[in-house]
């Protein structure tokens, strides 16, 4: 998401890199594992922030580092937070243990339609910035780095000791999370949990490597594209990408379908991911642009040739296994976050910033 994307000549979306890219560890010089040093802040509309949401609850590491959600609308000076009650107010007791939000706003009376950019319902839009009652994610990147001149991306994984981003790419974030650097932190069914198995991790970056750069990227490079032709080419590879996911995920329903029997949809499901028969980072990769899909990305990026709720059988299945099966996926997902960010955020793609109600329901049930 962002004011105004990065497009070159072409009109074609060009991703920054990111810029920091420290790891946290036992060895590393600066930046050790300890609970309570370090702090994430997210947008809960940002894709890319809500897989280290979903890590950091997969990984039980809600207690151990703490987190800020930006207000869902992107303007002209970047992400900002909501106005601190009292500078320092801790808020993980909004994202409890679990690592999940507050679902008020999903189940909230007024209507999205009525919400206005200006809105400041804390813990609803949002929250403050505990620690240092910053207004604007811009100042934690003039704080690491004066000199910073890229963007202001979320996520951000922050060091309170030395008052500087330890990194602000989420796939270094993920695989921090899933290192053993918290390990003494957290339970042991959190410490057993591996993302990135050994005898998979071959199969897990095939994987993620297309999905990142057809899907998961995809998406922007469809909805970001200033010419028809660019508009074109990408939707059309996006789809043939999404095809190529839905034929793997039907070889994988048919194989436990042939072993279960088609009555067995609770033992199917307890083995329907997309890499091997566990949770692996290839879902939480995955997930958070498929759960956007026919809400977010289907009208607004006119990524409409087709959804996942109405086209899409296996890959539909496997989105409401992973939400409904697993607090980790549900509790980190925001809907009206993830419409009103988009919609009212990017008006070079909506100019009215007018946010369509539908679809509905925003996910079936399973
Ligand atoms: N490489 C980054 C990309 C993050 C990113 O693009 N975040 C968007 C939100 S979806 C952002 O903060 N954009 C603000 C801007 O570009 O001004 C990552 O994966 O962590």
Redesign the pocket.
Known sequence: ???K?NTDEKGEFK?Q??SFREIISAEHPIYKPASGRYWLYV?L?????HRTLITRALKGLAPVIGCSVVHWH?DDQ??RFLEARDGKTNERHWFDIAGGINSASSNGSTPVANIVDSAHRLLIDGTNEPNYGHKRLSELYIKTDPGYDG?????ILWDLETCTIVN????D?IRIFNSSAFDEFVGEEHRRLDLVPRPLEGQITVFNSWVYDKINNGVYKTGFAESAEVYEREVTSLFHYLDKLEILLDEKYSKLEAEYGKTSQDKILARYFAIGDALTEADVRLYPTIVRFDVAYHQHFKCNLATIRDDYPRIHTWLKNMYWRHEAFQRTTDFNHIKLGYTRSQPQVNPLGITPLGPKPDIWPL
């Open positions: 998401m962002s004011a994307p991703r890199s990111s947008a509309a940002c894709p890319w922030a992107l970047g992400w963007r202001f991306t979320v996520p602000n790419e989420s796939s974030i």
